[in-house]
């Protein structure tokens, strides 16, 4: 419940907030086919490197790759508990904290109630981090298995495409969970200009949501998946009978 003293800016830079990060997260990671973004091609290539890898006789460049991603997942884990920790810890000496943010003349003067109950919307935002890095980290340790599991190289063509499909999706699923633990971070900084001012937090929302839709669909390296896409998807292309 939010203080009785929230102001109306305060409240609609907190509905703005929440629809920036759930308008996003319904673009990017609810998979709008057609949006020329990273996530929506970098499945594609996902699909790709499955194809390569049921391919391999030596897959142990692959065992490499997942562990590596394995161990990032793990660490913004511990990491997301470590800033809940701290950020608990605060409440142990709110009413010091309080009273010394509000004497700076940099931040925002308010009520208790309303620092307080930002705070715990920080928390909750690294709670909600925390879980969804978990889950990631659960969903590779399933795909492990899964891909444990696949065929050898010798197994039908047709066989090896389904199993492709099914653990590009698998890849996938885990990947859109790291990255929205990794959007709530994202989006914390954002809530750190509200301590400051009401349309400061409005401003850094629009900044934060205008950066990852920049680096989803115009940054170089966006130029760069959509390139490789396209020539993984050509060569597919080629490679089917009559193609």
Request: charged share 15%; with cysteine.
């Amino acid at each position: 419940m939010l203080p009785p003293d929230i102001t109306w800016i305060d409240a609609l830079a907190l509905a703005w907030f929440a629809t920036n990060w759930f308008g996003y997260t319904v673009m990017l990671d609810w998979r709008v086919q057609r949006l020329p973004a990273i996530n929506q091609r970098m499945a594609r290539i996902r699909h790709y490197w499955m194809m390569r890898f049921l391919e391999r006789e030596n897959r142990i460049f692959d065992s490499q790759l997942m562990g590596q991603t394995i161990a990032s997942v793990t660490f913004f884990a511990s990491t997301s508990v470590l800033v809940v920790a701290g950020l608990l810890s605060v409440f142990g000496t709110v009413e010091t904290v309080w009273r010394v943010i509000g004497e700076s003349g940099v931040v925002q003067q308010t009520s208790r109630a309303l620092f307080e109950a930002k705070l715990v919307l920080l928390v909750v935002i690294f709670i909600y981090g925390f879980l969804k890095f978990t889950w990631a980290l659960r969903q590779y340790n399933y795909t492990c298995a899964l891909m444990g599991a696949a065929p050898s190289q010798h197994a039908p063509e047709a066989l090896r495409e389904r199993i492709a499909v099914e653990l590009g999706r698998a890849i996938t699923s885990a990947i859109s969970a790291f990255n929205g633990g990794l959007r709530a971070y994202y989006f914390a900084l954002a809530v750190l200009a509200w301590f400051i001012q009401p349309w400061l937090f409005m401003i850094a929302t629009t900044w934060v949501t205008a950066v990852l839709l920049y680096r989803q669909m115009r940054s170089g390296f966006a130029g760069t998946v959509g390139r490789m896409a396209e020539i993984l998807d050509e060569e597919a292309a080629g490679a089917r009978p009559g193609g």
